[in-house]
């Protein structure tokens, strides 16, 4: 039980020292790093099972692992992201002199096929929008959140850690930080700007009431809300609105990016809005406008 505990505390003391070099190195944000310490932890877990550790995993070992998470039910994308994370940590145990070789060097990861990303149509986002109770103060935030959400197409970390001095109502914008700390401004656009005016004029402080605050879009007491209470959010407003689509802050993204594609919106200014650092990660909307062209052509054209 001793050496147990020995190889689980090596192993997560090898973990924290990579996730502490990925933080100083790359600038990677909090929920990226607790994404790399699960992926670690589950093979760590996985090879104590076998009474062996993290640290001298051979390519088999790997292999096996990834193939056992398949088995278990993961998806081919979810297995890829634990490789990638497992070949970063094995190259930093090599650089760092812990191990001679990489194990995960000649890996091969599941085919992946490219997936479109979840969106919903204008008149579901528009039921989305006017699901909240303006009666409630919470209400009023909800709605001012969704409306900006849907106006700028930001993350929901991005948009629940904003505050008052990240919003320019002179000028119509946002001044968003996002991954790795980089900074984009971001267009409010009309409709969210009066939205954003009236929800700090009429709601914002009756929400605080004495308390004092700089987080936009802050809870009861004051602090910024979290990630997973917003998703809990804006599933009731989507319950109550009547939409049967899966929504999520993210899906709501993906449908600012593909409602501007679809309208002929330029692929690079949408790369700039979403804060992708890769044209390539926002060519996938380029596919969901062909993929709406083909259902619209199948409906209404004659040999459709």
């Keep these: 039980m ?13 973990i924290e020292g990579f996730a502490d070099v990925l933080w100083m190195e790359k600038g990677l944000s909090d929920n990226t790093l607790a994404a790399y310490r699960r992926d670690l932890r ?3 877990a996985w090879q104590g099972a076998r009474r062996a550790n993290l640290q001298n995993a051979s390519r088999a070992d790997i292999q096996a692992y990834l193939g056992d998470l398949l088995a278990r039910g993961r998806s081919p994308r ?21 191990r001679s070789d990489d194990p995960s060097l000649e890996l091969e990861g599941p085919k992946l096929g490219r997936p479109l990303p979840k969106t919903l149509s204008e008149t579901d986002v528009e039921a989305l929008l006017q699901a909240p109770d303006l009666g409630d103060p919470l209400g009023f935030r909800d709605r001012c959140m969704l409306e900006v959400l849907y106006a700028c197409g930001l993350r929901v ?21 996002g991954k790795g700390g980089k900074e984009r401004l971001v267009p409010v656009g ?32 004051g602090q910024a809300m979290t990630r997973q209470t917003f998703w809990h959010r804006i599933k009731q407003h989507a319950q109550r609105a009547g ?17 501007l594609v679809n309208h002929g919106a330029d692929l690079r200014v949408v790369q700039l809005l979403l804060g992708h650092s890769d044209l390539s990660t926002t060519q996938i909307y380029t596919h969901v406008a062909r993929a709406r062209l083909q259902n619209l052509h199948a409906q209404h054209h004659p040999r459709g």
């Design 157 to 177: 970390s991005e948009l629940v850690g904003l505050t008052l001095r990240e919003v320019s109502l002179n000028q119509g914008v946002l001044r968003i930080v």
């Design 42 to 44: 589950g093979l760590a």
């Design 243 to 259: 939409i049967r689509a899966a929504v999520s802050p993210h899906v709501l993204r993906h449908a600012f990016a593909t409602h």
């Design 78 to 98: 979810s297995a890829a992201r634990s490789l990638s994370c497992l070949r970063s940590f094995y190259r930093y145990l090599l650089r760092e002199g812990l």
């Design 2 to 14: 001793a050496s147990e505990t020995l190889v689980q505390a090596v192993d997560d003391a090898l």
């Design 190 to 221: 009309e409709e969210a700007l009066h939205w954003l005016q009236r929800y700090l004029r009429e709601a914002r402080g009756e929400l605080l009431g004495a308390a004092e605050s700089d987080v936009l879009f802050p809870s009861r007491r």
